[in-house]
Protein backbone atom coordinates (compact mmCIF):
# COMPACT_ATOMS: atom_id res chain seq x y z
CA UNK A 1 0.00 0.00 0.00
CA UNK A 2 1.05 3.55 -0.82
CA UNK A 3 0.95 6.90 0.79
CA UNK A 4 -0.94 9.32 -1.45
CA UNK A 5 -2.17 12.65 -1.56
CA UNK A 6 -5.73 13.16 -3.42
CA UNK A 7 -6.38 17.14 -4.51
CA UNK A 8 -8.87 18.22 -6.61
CA UNK A 9 -11.87 20.79 -6.29
CA UNK A 10 -14.68 20.86 -4.08
CA UNK A 11 -16.79 18.06 -5.68
CA UNK A 12 -14.45 16.54 -8.36
CA UNK A 13 -14.89 13.45 -6.46
CA UNK A 14 -12.06 12.75 -4.07
CA UNK A 15 -14.21 11.40 -1.72
CA UNK A 16 -16.02 8.80 -3.58
CA UNK A 17 -12.77 7.87 -4.60
CA UNK A 18 -11.15 7.44 -1.49
CA UNK A 19 -14.13 5.67 -0.30
CA UNK A 20 -13.49 3.18 -2.82
CA UNK A 21 -9.55 2.63 -1.75
CA UNK A 22 -10.52 2.18 1.88
CA UNK A 23 -12.31 -0.79 1.03
CA UNK A 24 -8.58 -1.91 0.47
CA UNK A 25 -7.23 -1.58 3.37
CA UNK A 26 -6.34 2.42 3.07
CA UNK A 27 -6.88 4.91 5.64
CA UNK A 28 -8.30 8.19 5.05
CA UNK A 29 -6.99 11.63 6.97
CA UNK A 30 -9.87 14.13 6.06
CA UNK A 31 -9.46 17.62 7.86
CA UNK A 32 -12.62 18.33 6.44
CA UNK A 33 -14.70 14.99 8.04
CA UNK A 34 -12.45 15.94 11.28
CA UNK A 35 -13.21 19.49 11.51
CA UNK A 36 -17.57 18.55 10.34
CA UNK A 37 -17.42 15.92 13.09
CA UNK A 38 -15.97 18.55 15.54
CA UNK A 39 -18.94 20.50 14.77
CA UNK A 40 -21.31 18.09 14.66
CA UNK A 41 -19.99 17.52 18.38
CA UNK A 42 -20.21 21.13 19.20
CA UNK A 43 -16.47 21.39 20.77
CA UNK A 44 -14.62 24.50 21.03
CA UNK A 45 -12.78 23.52 17.80
CA UNK A 46 -15.81 22.58 15.87
CA UNK A 47 -17.44 26.35 17.17
CA UNK A 48 -14.49 28.21 16.45
CA UNK A 49 -14.33 26.76 12.65
CA UNK A 50 -17.98 26.97 11.91
CA UNK A 51 -18.36 29.90 10.39
CA UNK A 52 -15.63 29.63 8.41
CA UNK A 53 -16.27 26.28 6.60
CA UNK A 54 -20.19 27.12 6.09
CA UNK A 55 -18.72 30.41 3.90
CA UNK A 56 -16.29 27.32 2.34
CA UNK A 57 -13.22 29.67 3.28
CA UNK A 58 -9.92 27.59 4.72
CA UNK A 59 -9.13 27.57 8.55
CA UNK A 60 -5.80 28.54 9.53
CA UNK A 61 -2.47 26.04 8.27
CA UNK A 62 -1.08 26.20 12.25
CA UNK A 63 -4.61 24.52 13.37
CA UNK A 64 -4.94 21.76 9.78
CA UNK A 65 -1.19 21.24 10.64
CA UNK A 66 -1.41 20.06 14.33
CA UNK A 67 -4.55 18.34 13.64
CA UNK A 68 -2.67 16.22 10.71
CA UNK A 69 0.37 15.69 13.05
CA UNK A 70 -2.30 14.26 15.39
CA UNK A 71 -3.40 11.99 12.82
CA UNK A 72 -0.32 10.43 11.57
CA UNK A 73 1.26 9.13 15.22
CA UNK A 74 -1.75 6.23 14.17
CA UNK A 75 -0.30 5.30 10.92
CA UNK A 76 2.87 4.54 8.65
CA UNK A 77 1.19 3.48 5.10
CA UNK A 78 -1.68 3.35 3.36
CA UNK A 79 -2.30 6.93 4.17
CA UNK A 80 -4.75 8.90 2.00
CA UNK A 81 -4.73 12.80 2.70
CA UNK A 82 -7.89 13.77 1.35
CA UNK A 83 -7.47 17.31 -0.13
CA UNK A 84 -4.63 18.31 2.08
CA UNK A 85 -2.61 20.35 1.24
CA UNK A 86 -4.66 23.11 0.44
CA UNK A 87 -2.00 26.01 1.10
CA UNK A 88 1.94 25.98 -0.29
CA UNK A 89 3.09 26.33 3.25
CA UNK A 90 0.91 23.23 4.13
CA UNK A 91 2.58 21.34 1.45
CA UNK A 92 6.30 22.28 2.80
CA UNK A 93 4.82 21.62 6.42
CA UNK A 94 3.76 18.17 5.23
CA UNK A 95 6.99 17.21 3.96
CA UNK A 96 8.91 18.13 6.79
CA UNK A 97 6.45 16.28 9.08
CA UNK A 98 6.74 13.15 7.28
CA UNK A 99 10.41 13.15 7.14
CA UNK A 100 9.99 13.49 10.88
CA UNK A 101 7.82 10.55 11.06
CA UNK A 102 10.07 8.87 8.80
CA UNK A 103 6.49 8.23 5.92
CA UNK A 104 7.10 8.37 2.14
CA UNK A 105 4.65 10.01 0.24
CA UNK A 106 4.40 7.78 -3.06
CA UNK A 107 2.51 10.25 -4.97
CA UNK A 108 0.04 13.03 -5.70
CA UNK A 109 -3.05 12.60 -7.97
CA UNK A 110 -5.11 14.91 -9.08
CA UNK A 111 -8.85 14.38 -10.08
CA UNK A 112 -9.97 17.24 -12.85
CA UNK A 113 -13.51 17.80 -13.29
CA UNK A 114 -15.17 20.45 -15.06
CA UNK A 115 -16.81 23.50 -13.18
CA UNK A 116 -19.86 22.85 -14.76
CA UNK A 117 -20.00 19.25 -14.03
CA UNK A 118 -19.08 19.57 -10.35
CA UNK A 119 -21.95 21.99 -10.05
CA UNK A 120 -24.63 19.64 -11.22
CA UNK A 121 -23.46 16.76 -9.18
CA UNK A 122 -22.71 19.32 -5.71
CA UNK A 123 -26.90 20.17 -5.99
CA UNK A 124 -27.76 16.39 -5.95
CA UNK A 125 -24.97 15.35 -3.36
CA UNK A 126 -25.85 13.90 0.25
CA UNK A 127 -23.25 12.16 2.71
CA UNK A 128 -23.52 10.16 5.61
CA UNK A 129 -23.79 12.31 8.90
CA UNK A 130 -21.71 9.01 10.72
CA UNK A 131 -18.53 8.67 7.86
CA UNK A 132 -18.59 11.74 5.73
CA UNK A 133 -19.24 9.35 2.66
CA UNK A 134 -20.71 10.75 -0.34
CA UNK A 135 -23.67 9.75 -2.25
CA UNK A 136 -25.37 11.22 -5.31
CA UNK A 137 -29.50 11.20 -5.81
CA UNK A 138 -28.56 11.15 -9.15
CA UNK A 139 -25.90 9.01 -9.32
CA UNK A 140 -24.11 6.60 -6.90
CA UNK A 141 -26.33 5.10 -4.22
CA UNK A 142 -26.21 3.45 -1.46
CA UNK A 143 -26.28 -0.45 -2.64
CA UNK A 144 -28.93 -1.04 0.54
CA UNK A 145 -31.18 1.84 0.51
CA UNK A 146 -30.41 3.85 3.11
CA UNK A 147 -27.44 2.53 4.56
CA UNK A 148 -24.23 3.63 4.36
CA UNK A 149 -21.74 1.37 2.26
CA UNK A 150 -18.64 2.34 3.66
CA UNK A 151 -19.70 2.39 8.25
CA UNK A 152 -23.49 1.53 7.98
CA UNK A 153 -24.65 4.42 9.37
CA UNK A 154 -28.25 5.13 8.81
CA UNK A 155 -28.39 9.10 8.77
CA UNK A 156 -27.80 11.10 5.35
CA UNK A 157 -27.43 14.94 5.28
CA UNK A 158 -26.35 17.49 2.85
CA UNK A 159 -23.60 19.41 4.04
CA UNK A 160 -23.88 23.56 5.19
CA UNK A 161 -20.95 24.29 2.01
CA UNK A 162 -22.74 22.59 -0.94
CA UNK A 163 -24.86 25.68 -1.08
CA UNK A 164 -24.33 27.31 -4.65
CA UNK A 165 -22.44 30.25 -4.08
CA UNK A 166 -20.55 28.59 -1.45
CA UNK A 167 -19.44 25.70 -4.11
CA UNK A 168 -18.15 28.80 -6.45
CA UNK A 169 -16.11 30.44 -4.14
CA UNK A 170 -14.49 27.48 -2.73
CA UNK A 171 -14.05 26.21 -6.63
CA UNK A 172 -12.54 29.89 -7.30
CA UNK A 173 -10.12 29.61 -4.64
CA UNK A 174 -9.22 26.03 -5.17
CA UNK A 175 -7.91 27.77 -8.73
CA UNK A 176 -5.92 30.40 -6.76
CA UNK A 177 -4.08 28.26 -4.85
CA UNK A 178 -3.79 24.67 -6.21
CA UNK A 179 -1.20 25.83 -8.78
CA UNK A 180 1.52 26.34 -6.87
CA UNK A 181 0.78 22.99 -5.11
CA UNK A 182 0.69 21.24 -8.35
CA UNK A 183 4.08 22.92 -9.32
CA UNK A 184 5.28 21.85 -6.31
CA UNK A 185 4.83 18.26 -6.61
CA UNK A 186 5.26 17.82 -10.68
CA UNK A 187 8.92 19.14 -10.00
CA UNK A 188 9.82 16.37 -7.43
CA UNK A 189 7.79 13.83 -9.79
CA UNK A 190 5.18 13.15 -7.80
CA UNK A 191 1.94 14.43 -9.54
CA UNK A 192 -0.22 12.64 -11.56
CA UNK A 193 -3.87 13.92 -13.15
CA UNK A 194 -6.39 11.51 -13.69
CA UNK A 195 -10.20 12.55 -15.27
CA UNK A 196 -12.85 13.17 -12.84
CA UNK A 197 -15.61 14.07 -15.95
CA UNK A 198 -16.45 10.75 -17.11
CA UNK A 199 -20.15 10.53 -15.26
CA UNK A 200 -19.00 6.68 -13.51
CA UNK A 201 -16.69 6.44 -10.11
CA UNK A 202 -15.48 3.10 -11.92
CA UNK A 203 -13.96 4.47 -14.65
CA UNK A 204 -12.14 6.82 -12.39
CA UNK A 205 -11.13 4.52 -10.19
CA UNK A 206 -9.68 2.45 -13.21
CA UNK A 207 -7.10 5.41 -14.09
CA UNK A 208 -6.46 5.49 -10.41
CA UNK A 209 -5.53 1.92 -10.31
CA UNK A 210 -3.13 2.43 -13.19
CA UNK A 211 -1.26 5.70 -11.10
CA UNK A 212 -1.17 2.48 -8.41
CA UNK A 213 0.37 0.44 -10.67
CA UNK A 214 2.75 2.65 -12.22
CA UNK A 215 3.86 3.73 -8.90
CA UNK A 216 4.71 -0.02 -8.39
CA UNK A 217 6.72 -0.50 -11.52
CA UNK A 218 8.71 2.67 -10.89
CA UNK A 219 9.88 1.08 -7.38
CA UNK A 220 10.17 -2.44 -8.50
CA UNK A 221 12.71 -0.20 -11.50
CA UNK A 222 14.33 1.35 -8.66
CA UNK A 223 15.49 -1.42 -7.08
CA UNK A 224 17.79 -1.97 -9.58
CA UNK A 225 19.87 1.32 -9.20
P1 LIG B 1 -13.38 19.15 2.25
O1 LIG B 1 -14.28 18.30 3.05
O2 LIG B 1 -12.00 18.64 1.95
O3 LIG B 1 -14.19 19.60 0.92
P2 LIG B 1 -13.74 19.93 -0.58
O4 LIG B 1 -12.31 19.90 -0.93
O5 LIG B 1 -14.45 21.19 -0.88
O6 LIG B 1 -14.24 18.71 -1.43
P3 LIG B 1 -15.60 17.94 -1.29
O7 LIG B 1 -15.57 17.02 -0.13
O8 LIG B 1 -16.73 18.91 -1.40
O9 LIG B 1 -15.63 17.13 -2.66
P4 LIG B 1 -15.00 15.72 -3.09
O10 LIG B 1 -13.92 15.98 -4.07
O11 LIG B 1 -14.71 14.87 -1.91
O12 LIG B 1 -16.22 15.15 -3.95
P5 LIG B 1 -17.20 13.88 -3.70
O13 LIG B 1 -16.47 12.61 -3.80
O14 LIG B 1 -18.07 14.13 -2.52
O15 LIG B 1 -13.19 20.52 3.00
C1 LIG B 1 -14.26 21.21 3.57
C2 LIG B 1 -13.77 22.46 4.31
O16 LIG B 1 -12.86 22.08 5.37
C3 LIG B 1 -12.96 23.44 3.48
O17 LIG B 1 -13.77 24.33 2.77
C4 LIG B 1 -12.14 24.14 4.61
O18 LIG B 1 -12.92 25.08 5.30
C5 LIG B 1 -11.79 23.01 5.53
N1 LIG B 1 -10.51 22.36 5.19
C6 LIG B 1 -10.36 21.09 4.77
N2 LIG B 1 -9.06 20.82 4.54
C7 LIG B 1 -8.38 21.96 4.82
C8 LIG B 1 -7.01 22.30 4.77
N3 LIG B 1 -6.07 21.45 4.41
N4 LIG B 1 -6.66 23.59 5.09
C9 LIG B 1 -7.59 24.48 5.48
N5 LIG B 1 -8.91 24.20 5.57
C10 LIG B 1 -9.30 22.95 5.25
O19 LIG B 1 -18.07 13.98 -5.04
C11 LIG B 1 -18.99 15.01 -5.25
C12 LIG B 1 -20.30 14.48 -5.82
O20 LIG B 1 -20.08 13.88 -7.09
C13 LIG B 1 -20.93 13.39 -4.98
O21 LIG B 1 -22.31 13.59 -4.98
C14 LIG B 1 -20.55 12.07 -5.69
O22 LIG B 1 -21.52 11.05 -5.48
C15 LIG B 1 -20.48 12.52 -7.13
N6 LIG B 1 -19.45 11.83 -7.89
C16 LIG B 1 -18.16 11.63 -7.53
N7 LIG B 1 -17.48 11.00 -8.50
C17 LIG B 1 -18.36 10.83 -9.53
C18 LIG B 1 -18.26 10.27 -10.84
N8 LIG B 1 -17.10 9.78 -11.32
N9 LIG B 1 -19.35 10.29 -11.62
C19 LIG B 1 -20.53 10.78 -11.16
N10 LIG B 1 -20.70 11.33 -9.93
C20 LIG B 1 -19.64 11.35 -9.12
MG1 LIG C 1 -14.80 15.13 0.24
Known amino acids: MYNIVFMGKSGSGKGTQINLMIKNGYHKISIGDILRNEIAKDTSLGKSVKKLLE ?8 LVIKLLSKELDNHKTGIIFDGFPRTLNQAKKLEKILKKKNIKLDCVIE ?37 CDVCGGKEFITRQDDEINVVKTRLKDYKKTSKDILN ?3 KIELLYIVSGASGSQTETNEQVETVLRIINLKNELAKFH
Open 111 to 147: IDTPDSVILDRIRERYTCKKCGASYNKKGVQPKKEGI
Open 55 to 62: KGKLISDD
Open 184 to 186: YYK
